[in-house]
């Protein structure tokens, strides 16, 4: 058996290859934590609201509390429990890994009746989040009380996808559930919720005609918006943190193109419809601000559209899904005005 003996010379080179991938490594990690810890300085009203959030969250449902950054999920038991419903977990829209909703049917449902559904997208910087963590999942209790079934869908995020792909599976699930819901309970009659990047995706495909064929378009009846981006090049110019110039080259490659965030962005594709809208946001939220809903609000009413914004005092980004839910809502105020929103026993109207 003859053995090939290293060189000095290919020792050296793999030394040295070792080591610029070390300082590589180092300097990405601390680049990474260099950029954390600017974003925790400048949005840090909402995130440790998020975190006094998964606090409260972790006591009330007896879950184990994450550590910091880390999001919080629901166990499929509890959710049912809690929310009093049949849950049907995970059922796929499509073919591809991450396309699958949820659907929570209320147990108090009568033979043969049909409820409306309301449809809930999370959130995530279009780059992650999950409908099953509990930020997003306990409101459900309150959507089945007003006498809807809840809807919670994922999707795929980048960089597995770009945005196209995103709002491709947006479509692709209300496709799914208009083909499919009535054989879980619900009628072809839609409400749809989002959570920032959520509020900016169901934004997008409802203010304007051709996202969804007309039949199901005519089927959305009333819309929430929580917390969302609208204004695309507004929302870039926010930021001021370090390695900004790499940031937004992911941000623009997300987006497939810089001169894509006018036509990706809500505000500037309002049209006439027929669909009632429902904007909220906190007022001490730093990472998508008050003027986004309000540029919103008035290309919508700009339009004779049905309009309405509300902001909610002392609350930052993640808040405005905490106080929808009566459990938490600590003022008794909030809670009240969406299921009488859900009911239609109240008129829209601005109010701030």
Known sequence: MIRKRHTPALQSTTVLVLFFLLLSYISLENAAAILSRKLEEQFAFSFWENERMKDEFARFFGLKRPETGKPLFMPPPILADYAEA??????????????????????????????????????????????????????AREVLKAGYLFVSLDYRVYPKVRFSGILGDIRQALLWLFAHVEAYGGQKQFVLCGHSAGAHLVALTTVQHGVLPEEVYRSITQVFLLSGPYDLPAYDETLDIPFKNLIRRVFFDLFEGRNNLRELS???????????????????????????????????????????????????????????????????????????????????????
Do not use: C, M
Not at 86 to 112: E, T
């Open 266 to 352: 809500p505000v500037f594709q309002v049209e006439h419809t027929h669909i009632s809208y429902v904007l909220v946001v906190g007022e001490r939220d730093e990472i998508t601000p008050r003027e986004q809903s309000e540029k919103l609000l008035a290309k919508l009413l700009e339009k004779n559209n049905t309009a309405s914004l509300f902001v909610v005092p002392n609350v930052g980004h993640g808040g405005t899904l905490f106080v929808l839910n009566s459990d938490f809502d600590q003022e008794g105020a909030f809670a009240p005005i969406f299921r009488a929103l859900l009911e239609r026993k109240t008129k829209n109207v601005v109010v701030q």
């Open 86 to 139: 049949l849950v049907y977990k995970d059922i796929p829209y499509g073919k591809k890994k991450g396309q699958a909703l949820d659907i929570l049917v209320p147990l108090r449902l009568r033979s043969g009746e049909k409820l409306p559904v309301f449809v809930f997208v999370h959130g995530g910087t279009w780059i992650g989040g999950s409908k099953d963590e509990v930020l997003y999942s306990h409101f």
